[in-house]
């Protein structure tokens, strides 16, 4: 998988021109000014529908993070509720008009990872535990070694991408022609409600069939529901693993995939960097 080396935020308008800055309400006789920044958008705007204001839009500009937002991150009510940082983007967004649940979930984490790095700096320690001893420990991660990635590893011959931003794709052992389309916010956030609602419930969490539900959009070109929900729920395995896999390869993201190291038993793998209430609050 070929992947774009930029720093995640560094991306600046065509013409260079220093990033504008947001005028803040005056108080107690203080003018006070936001510094901005223009941040890369992996998608590049290429999956957003005509009328989005990012439709084609190659970045987006967001304010770096106040006092305010910091509020927002130790909101125990919005915390609870899990939108925390669903307020945080939309806190941050200089353009007013984009809706941050319609953000695909690969520019929502570029927002997310460049808020971090200009808020707190690159270098982020959090305990995480070994794979193979499951030993706690301290580990860091270097924020500036994110990466890019705009999609560029998808094979046309794998998955094929429609006019409506949709991508087709030929499953290997069955020979169904599936549909599927990348996810935003909106549809990652009700995809977790649906495992905490199935956890409280003690109910099955069917990980994997939930999300290849969501991002199946026709089978044989039939988009009935009942239709998507049988063949998912009967898909042979090797054709589930085909389906996730150019989903992988289809979205564009940032990835936060570093070496991790075991002080313990010197097992060495890789890590993903996770992105959640506390990647916003370092260790100091």
């Known amino acids: ?16 021109s220093p990033p504008p800055q947001v ?10 000014v936001v510094p901005t ?21 190659s970045t987006i500009e967001v304010k770096q993070m106040t006092a305010k937002e910091e509020d927002l991150l130790t909101s125990r009510a919005l915390l609870k509720k899990g939108i ?49 001893c499951a030993a706690p420990q301290d580990y860091e991660f270097d924020l500036n070694n994110a990466l890019v990635y705009n999609g560029e590893g998808l094979r046309e011959h794998d998955a094929t991408q429609q006019e409506d931003g949709t991508y087709l794709t ?21 995809l977790l409600e649906q495992l905490e609602n199935a ?22 070109g039939d988009t009935e ?23 992988k390869l289809a979205t564009p993201n940032v990835d936060l995939t570093q070496n991790f190291v075991c002080n313990e038993c010197d097992h060495e793998q890789e890590m993903e960097v996770p992105l959640t209430a506390d990647f916003f609050w370092p260790d100091r």
């Open 23 to 32: 005028l803040q309400n005056e108080g107690g006789g203080f003018a006070f």
């Open 170 to 190: 030929m499953l290997p052992s069955t020979r169904i022609e599936v549909g599927f389309r990348l996810l935003n916010g909106f549809d990652e956030r009700n």
């Open 225 to 247: 529901s009942g239709t998507i929900n049988y063949v998912v729920d009967n898909m042979p395995s090797f054709d589930a693993r085909h389906l996730r896999l150019m989903y």
């Open 1 to 16: 998988m070929s992947r774009n080396r930029d720093r995640v935020g560094s991306a600046k308008q065509p013409d260079a």
């Open 84 to 132: 925390a940082l669903d307020r945080l983007i939309k806190s941050i967004i200089v353009d007013k008009s984009i809706d941050p649940n319609t953000l695909l979930v690969g520019d929502r984490n570029a927002i997310l990872v460049a808020a971090r790095v200009s808020g707190y700096g690159p270098m982020y320690q959090t305990k995480v535990t070994c794979p193979a």
């Open 199 to 220: 956890r409280k419930k003690r109910r099955e969490e069917n990980t994997i069939t939930r999300h290849l539900k969501q991002i199946v959009v026709a089978v044989n």
């Open 37 to 57: 920044e223009f941040v890369e958008l992996p998608s590049q705007g290429k999956h957003y529908p005509e009328g989005h204001p990012l439709h084609g839009e």
